[in-house]
Antibody
């Protein structure tokens, strides 16, 4: 059974960066896409970007492009999202989610979420 | 970007009621639509994919329909454990986008 386990909560200062990890167990890591989806307090879901490790291909939402980097370490089956230039509006729970081929866009397995708080 | 408009934003119903949620896309997305259930403090869970296909293990009281721009999600007989927020998501084009969510209460 596939499981995604994320790193713990973070508190960051405005202008700094944060890097959240997502370790997969079970399944074939490289064959899937890992997306990052965030949810601000009391708000809806926002897709940020994804990586397809097998193709070493990334896609990003324009809203965060330039500040977000999604990477993957195939040797440890771990995906990462790094967000720079943090603002108070980046305070949210960050989820990783797995999507299967062919579309790589239907999320059938999610991490537990990581709360990132941006505060001075 | 494709905008997904979900309605209502919240609803209150009784156990056993039929509950219907709609999701409208800003352009034709064929059947490239998913529905997720999210309980408080938890990650979303996939219920319906490709607009009308029930994910394995999901109770049959959940269903989805529609194509093009207009989609419907139905709970045929609301159960206490269905209290959650429901989200639609399109995957016709990047960026992937979600509706604003519908909070279902009893």
């Amino acid at each position: 059974q596939v499981q995604l386990v994320q790193s713990g909560a973070e508190v960051k200062k405005p202008g700094s960066s944060v890097k959240v990890s997502c370790k997969a167990s079970g399944g074939t890591f490289s064959s899937y896409a890992i997306s990052w989806v965030r949810q601000a307090p009391g708000q809806g879901l926002e897709w940020m970007g994804r990586i397809i490790p097998m193709l070493e291909k990334t896609d990003y939402a324009q809203k965060v492009q330039g500040r977000v980097t999604v990477t993957a370490d195939k040797s440890t089956s771990t995906a990462y999202v790094e967000l720079s230039g943090l603002r108070s509006e980046d305070t949210a729970v960050y989820f990783c989610a797995r999507a299967s081929p062919p579309g790589m866009a239907t999320f059938d397995c999610w991490g537990q979420g990581t709360l990132v708080t941006v505060s001075s | 970007d494709i905008q997904m408009t979900q309605s209502p934003s919240s609803l209150s119903a009784s156990v056993g009621d039929r509950v219907t949620i709609t999701c409208q896309a800003s352009q034709d997305i064929s059947n490239y639509l998913n529905w997720y259930q999210q309980k408080p403090g938890k990650a979303p869970k996939l219920l319906i994919y490709d607009a009308s296909n029930l994910e394995t293990g999901v109770p049959s009281r959940f269903s989805g329909s529609g194509s093009g721009t207009d989609f419907t999600f139905t709970i045929s007989s609301l159960q206490p454990e269905d209290i959650a927020t429901y989200h639609c998501q399109q995957y016709d084009n990047l960026p992937l986008t979600f509706g604003g969510g519908t909070k279902v209460e009893i």
